[in-house]
């Protein structure tokens, strides 16, 4: 369910609410808790991520990273979320859609990451079919795709959870660990996100569908 106001293409987005977890814009004030997971979870991480920069988790790249986030949503080219818990307001992980991209195509990507305290007790899977609704009744959009490497069972199974679709493999795809990486590639169509949610019983976003 999505709550507070309806969103369009370059304006603020919703706080988006699922069962355990919230997903909001970042602020200056998450820097500390961000940077201490990121921190606390980068072995986790870095086999799955491009390469950070030890100078990434610094106050003053924070604030940069903000500025991009804003002049992204303002320019309708991504929309970035942290998620929370909804009973403590603790940081969990974050969740990026990136590439948006209008006219014919109408698309875009998701990708996300998860602390390493965290991982494995279903909170990314809940923030990825919340963010749904918010995709293609929110942004209008009709398709949102998303890139794994082969070995991480763990994103396949979510992925195909929220009824993501494989599509094909692309090799070298990514620059991930420092290595030019194959990955599998999946999407998801709006007709196919409503089937699911049909089937699993969700119930319908407080956005208005738009007829296709």
């Known amino acids: 369910m999505i709550s507070l106001f309806k969103s369009g293409a370059g304006t603020a987005p919703p706080t988006i609410n699922a069962k355990r977890v919230f997903l909001r814009i970042p602020g200056m004030d998450d820097h500390m808790d961000w940077a201490h997971l990121r921190e606390q979870s980068r072995t986790f991480l870095t ?101 794994c490497l082969p070995e991480n069972a763990a994103s396949i199974r979510l992925l195909e959870k929220a009824g993501f679709e494989r599509e094909g493999y692309a090799k070298q795809f990514l620059c991930i660990n420092g290595r030019w990486q194959d990955h599998i590639l999946f999407g998801l169509i709006r007709r196919t996100a409503d089937k699911s949610a049909v089937a699993n019983g969700n119930q319908k976003s407080d956005f208005p569908n738009e007829s296709l």
């Open 47 to 147: 086999p799955w991520e491009p390469v950070w920069h030890p100078s990434d988790l610094t106050r003053a790249s924070f604030k940069r990273r903000l500025k991009r986030y804003t002049q992204d949503i303002r320019e309708d080219r991504g929309y970035s979320f942290f998620i929370f818990d909804k009973d403590t307001d603790s940081l969990l992980g974050g969740l990026s859609l990136t590439n948006v991209r209008r006219g014919v195509t109408q698309s875009c990507s998701v990708g996300y990451w998860m602390g390493a305290p965290h991982a494995g007790r279903g909170y990314m899977s809940e923030a990825v079919q919340a963010i749904i609704p918010f995709v293609f009744d929110g942004l209008k959009l009709h398709r949102v795709e998303a890139a």
